[in-house]
């Protein structure tokens, strides 16, 4: 429970990741920013049960975040986050600063296509760019032996799986289910941004993606079933829907009607806070 390591520096992350490959340990990574919750516990609890040697990263990365979006009021909360990561059996924490992972002179930048071009890619123009960039970081930096990601993030896993694949970099990525409060409603760290009658609210969108994946999975067209959920969510208080979608988990490409492996998937805004959530179409 203590003696978790905290470095600053990729140099330094590098010299124990060495040390532990040396005496022939494995490694398991799990990438966050930080304000953490059951839902990052879950994904270092994982990586414990499956890895020698477990890092955690704590870095809000700015290039993920758009123009109006809320880097500045992004939670933090160092001191909290490690005790709870120390607690979780976390052997290493990494928490660069945004120098350390982006000098001067950086300009390089990995991109995903495909995969990126609907859902929150559309809605969030450059997000998964700041992200597959920042990952591909993060991964090279470490070299870890596995992975671990939320599936809460649907759309962000499947990128990250792409673009170790494509760039070669020998790392398993694992998806861990989503960790959800007694209502429903996903864990997130910016749940903490809703006022008591938007957190109620919040737990219609989990509610809602579960009966419509229910609908959908009899087969018919899901036009007017994406629709009716969208409109259920402005009805019950959310402010803004970017999208409600049936898409096949594996491309993200939207689909008439569900096949296996089809997915439903939605983003909404509950004043400023913007929430995600998918669920599967049996
Ligand atoms: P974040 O700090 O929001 O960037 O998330 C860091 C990692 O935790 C990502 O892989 C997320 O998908 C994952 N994560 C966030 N919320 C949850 C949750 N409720 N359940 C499982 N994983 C989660």
């Known amino acids: 429970m203590t003696g978790m390591i905290i ?13 532990w490959r040396k005496s022939g340990s494995s490694v398991g990574l799990v990438p966050t920013m930080g304000a953490l919750h059951e839902g990052h516990l879950s994904l270092i609890r994982c990586a414990k049960a499956e890895n020698a040697h477990v890092i955690a990263t704590i870095f809000v990365n700015p290039t ?20 709870k990561l120390a607690q979780a059996g976390c ?3 990494f928490a660069p600063d945004v120098a350390e992972m982006y000098p001067q002179g950086f300009a390089t930048a990995v991109a995903v ?3 990126t071009e609907h859902l929150c890619g559309a809605s969030r123009p450059g997000h998964f760019g700041g992200v597959a960039t920042i990952v591909s970081k993060l991964l090279l930096q470490s070299l870890p032996d596995r992975a671990y990601f939320g599936e809460k993030d649907f759309q962000q896993l499947q990128v990250i799986k792409r673009l170790a694949l494509d760039l070669d970099i020998p790392v398993a990525i694992a998806g861990v289910p989503t960790v959800r409060e007694a209502d429903g409603l996903a864990m997130s760290s910016r749940n903490r ?3 008591a009658q938007d957190r109620k609210a919040a737990a219609l969108l989990p509610q809602i993606l579960r009966e419509s994946a229910a609908l959908l999975a009899a087969g018919g067209d899901a036009a007017p079933v994406l629709a009716e959920a969208e409109q259920r969510l402005l ?3 959310f402010t803004r829907v ?8 594996a491309r993200l490409q939207p689909i008439p009607r569900a096949q296996p492996g089809s997915r439903l998937f939605a983003a909404a805004f509950l004043g400023r806070t913007r929430l995600i959530d998918n669920w599967p179409v049996a």
Do not use: I, K, M, N
């Not at 970017?242 to 988990?249: G, H, K």
């Open 113 to 115: 296509s495909g995969l």
């Open 91 to 93: 052997d290493l924490l």
């Open 64 to 83: 993920q975040f758009g123009p109006t979006e809320d880097l500045s009021a992004y939670p933090r909360d160092e001191a909290g986050d490690a005790a």
């Open 242 to 249: 970017d999208y409600v979608a049936l898409c096949d988990e």
């Open 235 to 237: 009805a019950g208080g």
């Open 7 to 19: 470095v600053r520096r990729v140099a330094d992350l590098r010299a124990h990741v060495a040390a």
């Open 193 to 195: 941004y809703l006022s």
